[in-house]
């Protein structure tokens, strides 16, 4: 059933308001009328309205519209009202907006006309409910809150972000796909003065490059085939708030210079523009790619890697940060049952066991996607390790615990102890901070193996082996 829209009229002329509420109710709108002031700021305190249509004077009262208007701007701000007069001019049109109305009709008038101002002052209301709603949407999943987990590595990512919240540098998020990049630039906008302007996102390699700086820069009628109208660009559209670029890494060369450019001067230049338009921005980066491996490549500038990675912050991997799976398991169990309409949903400690010991290569994104399908799936409000996907329940045995037990379908031995060993390796470098020495001690291996494995993998080119010690 469809809400109709709420109206009151105020007008001392029994004949007036009988008409109002034909030509309104006509065209779908529930309205109430009254005669006076004080019979409408009654109505109005007890009862919630879409617009208020209300004479400029009411009997002998010549000013009753502008009392009621200003009771209106105190009371019920977001609610538009809409002047009639008979009497006044322009300059009684141009009052009444001063104080709070949102339109003016004069008499006598159209029906089309009455029809007219309520759908623009509508339209207007419903507007400022959308962005109020938007802006708590946005405030609420920026909250720090939504970074789930107590492991130290998530609580210092949660730390940083409370530190850096209120500077102005430009902050460089690094982390595998799928860790929560977004969400930590979101707490970081949420915790600074700019909470209040928006947050842009915008991921830098799901354009291509044409339409990449025109989506960023703006660009002006006629630049291009295509620009039919002049268009801001994200720099505009974020101005006094955060600019989160995503996969920054992904940016072709040209664009990082302009971008270079606007982090020096502020200043943005549209496509096919003349002039620049001065903004003030603060810029987030993410990315998943190696920055210094790109810069070696000549595929990213290195001023630009300095400009963007004022304050790094380091998203862990889900599994540098196991012991938090389980209280992210419920909270997507949760989310996802609410979302669904379901009671709340209760995880097995086999299932439990089996997602703790998962090693989740596509990261918190990934461990989310799973939980949605275990909700779907799952009977009586319970996830059973069966409702899980059969890559992370098969290497678990019934106990919850982690078994060497050749699944039912087989498997390709040497592929899956190459993906341990990769894997291991990996850990052991970035744990070591690239040194092969300790990085072969912590594997239990001499430095010469290291080196075979990490050809035999093409991990060598991948990670820059410090040779020093």
């Not at 109709?4 to 034909?22: F, K």
């Amino acid at each position: 059933m469809t809400l109709r829209h709420r109206v009151l009229v105020v007008d001392d002329e029994t004949s007036m308001r009988e008409l109002l509420e034909i030509i309104l109710g006509g065209d779908g709108y529930e309205v109430q009328t009254r005669p006076d002031v004080d019979a409408a700021v009654a109505c109005l305190g007890d009862q919630n309205f879409d617009a208020v249509l209300t004479d400029l004077r009411i009997g002998p009262d010549r000013d009753a519209g502008m009392r009621l208007l200003s009771w209106l701007s105190e009371h019920a701000p977001d609610t538009p009202a809409i002047m009639m007069t008979a009497y006044g001019s322009v300059e009684t049109a141009i009052e009444a907006m001063k104080r709070g109305a949102s339109d003016y009709i004069m008499k006598p008038f159209k029906n089309d006309e009455v029809r007219l101002v309520m759908r623009r002052a509508i339209e207007q209301r419903n507007l400022v409910r959308e962005n109020v709603a938007l802006k708590r949407a946005q405030a609420d999943r920026g909250r720090i809150e939504n970074i789930i987990g107590s492991s130290p590595a998530i609580e210092a990512v949660r730390t940083m972000i409370r530190r850096v919240a209120a500077l102005p540098s430009t902050v460089a998020i690094h982390g595998e796909s799928g860790v929560g990049k977004e969400l930590v630039a979101r707490g970081i906008h949420q915790l600074s003065d700019r909470a209040n302007k928006p947050f842009v996102a915008i991921n830098c390699g799901a354009f291509p490059e044409a339409l990449l700086e025109s989506e960023l820069f703006g660009h002006k009628r006629g630049s291009f085939t295509g620009a039919v109208e002049d268009k801001e660009g994200l720099f505009v559209v974020a101005d006094g708030g955060t600019l989160f670029l995503d996969e920054i890494g992904e940016m072709p060369l040209s664009l990082q210079v302009k971008l270079l450019r606007v982090l020096d001067n502020h200043v943005v230049m549209p496509v096919g523009g003349t002039s620049g338009i001065q903004v003030n921005v603060r810029i987030i980066s993410a990315t998943n790619r190696d920055l210094e491996e790109r810069i070696r490549a000549g595929a990213f500038r290195e001023d630009l890697y300095y400009r963007l990675n004022v304050i790094p912050i380091n998203v862990p991997p889900l599994r540098d940060r196991a012991d938090d799976i389980p209280m992210l398991a419920r909270h997507f169990a949760s989310m996802h049952a609410q979302r669904m309409g379901r009671q709340k949903i209760v995880i097995a400690p086999e299932a439990e066991a089996a997602l703790a010991a998962f090693h989740w290569p596509g990261n918190v994104r990934e461990l989310m996607n799973v939980l949605e399908r275990a909700v779907a799936l799952c009977a009586h409000d319970h996830i059973e390790i069966a409702d899980l996907p059969d890559r992370v329940t098969q290497f678990v045995s019934p106990s919850g615990k982690t078994a060497h037990a050749l699944p039912p379908g087989g498997l390709d031995l040497e592929a899956l102890v190459a993906d341990l060993e990769m894997d291991l390796i990996q850990q052991a470098l970035r744990n070591a901070r690239h040194s092969q020495k300790r990085a072969a001690e912590l594997l239990g291996l001499t430095p010469r193996s290291l080196r075979y494995r990490l050809q035999k993998y093409g991990l060598d080119s991948k990670f820059r082996i410090d040779d020093s010690e």
